[in-house]
């Protein structure tokens, strides 16, 4: 079976510029979620989504905002990229809201370059 | 302001050596998640601890949880090469699968 699935994989923007990033979760499962990795350092909790709806969010600024389809596909979109915005964006799915103590399984992420 | 803190964040080990790895946590949290990363690779779920007292092994990876103490312990019994990668753990103090993680642990094997 596919795991989580990530695009692009790599990204290279310049300051200012909005991006978006893509996840499909693990078939079957219903939520998603959102990290941020800066270089050497361990993933910052962004959003979680499931069903379609925002469960939780993390501390960052309004800039950042995401979704969840239909599919429970997701997309992570960055409004006025700055500088410290390059980082690994790392994409979890998880069958249920993870009360139950579910695994997220992680997908490869997407590279994000701000020049 | 939830903290979680792995020690050491470094560790450069013999093959055939046994080494701990801690994860220190601030807040309440009944299930702990350990994670491996490879260099430019994504997150491998490696254990989740559900209750205090749980213990998992694989391998030569076991991992434990004391949550009276805000302590979990990943045990690394004769190194190998492969084993080399940051370890993290992770905390999800909601129990809604907002994971807090450790800085990792990056643990380099040699011969």
């Known amino acids: 079976d596919a795991g989580v699935t990530q695009s692009p994989t790599h990204l290279i923007k310049t300051r200012g510029q909005h991006v978006t990033l893509r996840c499909s979760p693990i078939s079957g499962h219903k939520s998603v979620s959102w990290y941020q990795q800066v270089l050497g350092q361990g993933p910052q909790f962004i959003f979680q989504y499931y069903e379609k709806e925002e469960r939780g969010r993390g501390n960052f600024p309004d800039r950042f905002s995401a979704r969840q389809f239909p599919n429970y596909s997701s997309e992570l979109n960055v409004n006025a990229l700055l500088l410290g915005d390059s980082a690994l964006y790392l994409c979890?799915?998880?069958?249920?809201?993870?009360?139950?103590?579910?695994?997220?399984?992680f997908g490869p992420g997407t590279r994000l370059t701000v020049l | 302001e939830l903290k979680v803190e792995q020690n050491p964040l470094f560790l450069s080990m013999q093959e055939g050596k046994n080494y701990t790895i801690y994860c220190n946590y601030s807040t309440t949290s009944d299930r702990l998640y350990w994670y491996r990363q490879d260099p430019g690779k994504s997150l491998e779920s490696l254990f989740v601890?559900?209750?205090?007292?749980a213990v998992k092994q694989e391998g030569r990876l076991m991992a434990s949880l004391d949550t009276k103490a805000r302590l979990s312990t990943l045990h690394i019994t004769a190194a190998v090469h492969d084993l080399s990668a940051t370890y993290f753990c992770a905390v999800d103090p909601g129990s809604q699968g907002n994971l807090i993680f450790g800085k990792g642990t990056k643990l380099s094997v040699k011969p």
């Open positions: 601890l559900l209750s205090n007292g």
């Open positions: 979890a799915s998880s069958l249920y809201l993870a009360g139950g103590g579910d695994t997220q399984y």
